[in-house]
């Protein structure tokens, strides 16, 4: 099976994640900026302990307490969203008013529009600590030696963490594309998402391998794509699909250096 061009997954393919403790109060600290221009641990958190006069838009106890539900929520969406053939992806606007301030104050939600990506980066960047795969580095040499384009085509809350993290890593030049839900405004399995990496390094997508974590999202959208071949490089410890899916990966191997050492076989 002939491989022209690669498209990686960028969590659980490019880095694997641990959560970042305490996340929620960094992101409370931004939104409590916004809202009230100052830092939130000067304001009370409850309404009781404040003066009326000088009573917040929101509590700080609100805005913790919504920071949680809104992503719990917008992560109970996203699986659903693996069912759809089709599904767009949760504009940073509506992750914050929806789903975060759906209950707050017009005043309040009216300041936070603006803001808006600003939040959805400090969540991406404040919930996962990334580390890079095992054999990822190399196998991003190997393309690159042997002339093989790669893009990126990934979901994400905030794609400019993302790119933020390559380019932090000196990684960046190693990608022609990267390609993130938020930004096009579709989400695996929408294959829409491959088929613009596909087209962004010139490849026509059937001679395109991708490579992903997850059978819901990354294998099912690739086998939607019509992919050369579909790859599995599962993370340990992930979360359990929802609900039965039928699409099976073309190769799984443990990480990155699995596939780079199938690929150098192929080669030789």
């Known amino acids: 099976?002939?491989?022209?061009?690669?498209?990686?997954?960028?969590?659980?393919?490019i880095v694997q994640s641990a959560k970042g403790e305490g996340w929620e109060e960094k992101v409370t600290d931004l939104i409590g900026g916004i809202l009230h221009g100052t830092d939130t641990d000067t304001v009370s958190p409850t309404d009781a302990d404040?003066?009326?006069t000088r009573s917040p838009l929101v509590t700080r106890e609100t805005i913790v307490a919504d920071v949680v539900a809104g992503?719990?929520?917008?992560?109970?969406?996203?699986?659903?969203?693996?069912?759809?053939?089709?599904?767009?992806?949760?504009?940073?606007?509506?992750?914050?008013?929806?789903?975060?301030?759906?209950?707050?104050?017009?005043?309040?939600?009216?300041?936070?529009?603006?803001?808006?990506?600003?939040?959805?980066?400090s969540v991406g960047i404040n919930q996962e600590i990334r580390t890079l795969r095992t054999g990822i580095l190399e196998l991003l040499a190997w393309c690159k030696k042997t002339g093989i384009p790669v893009s990126i085509a990934s979901n994400a809350l905030s794609g400019q963490v993302h790119?933020?993290?390559?380019?932090?890593?000196?990684?960046?030049?190693?990608?022609?594309?990267?390609?993130?839900?938020?930004?096009?405004?579709?989400?695996?399995?929408?294959?829409?998402?491959i088929l613009q990496a596909a087209e962004a390094i010139g490849i026509p997508v059937d001679q395109c391998w991708y490579v992903g974590d997850r059978i819901d999202r990354d294998v099912l959208c690739g086998v939607r794509a019509g992919v050369g071949a579909t790859v599995l490089t599962p993370v340990p410890g992930a979360s359990?699909?929802?609900?039965t899916v039928l699409a099976e990966p073309t190769y799984t191997f443990d990480n990155p250096a699995g596939l780079l050492n199938h690929l150098q076989g192929l080669s030789s």
Not at 164 to 172: I, K, P, V
């Open 163 to 193: 790119r933020d993290f390559l380019a932090e890593h000196g990684l960046s030049d190693y990608f022609f594309a990267e390609i993130y839900s938020d930004e096009a405004g579709v989400r695996k399995p929408n294959p829409q998402l």
């Open 240 to 243: 359990t699909r929802p609900f």
């Open 71 to 121: 992503e719990t929520a917008v992560k109970l969406l996203r699986n659903a969203m693996s069912r759809p053939r089709f599904p767009k992806e949760v504009s940073h606007e509506s992750y914050v008013l929806d789903f975060i301030a759906a209950d707050w104050p017009d005043e309040a939600r009216e300041l936070l529009q603006p803001h808006a990506s600003e939040i959805c980066y």
């Open 50 to 52: 404040v003066n009326a």
């Open 1 to 13: 099976m002939s491989l022209s061009g690669l498209i990686l997954d960028f969590g659980g393919v």
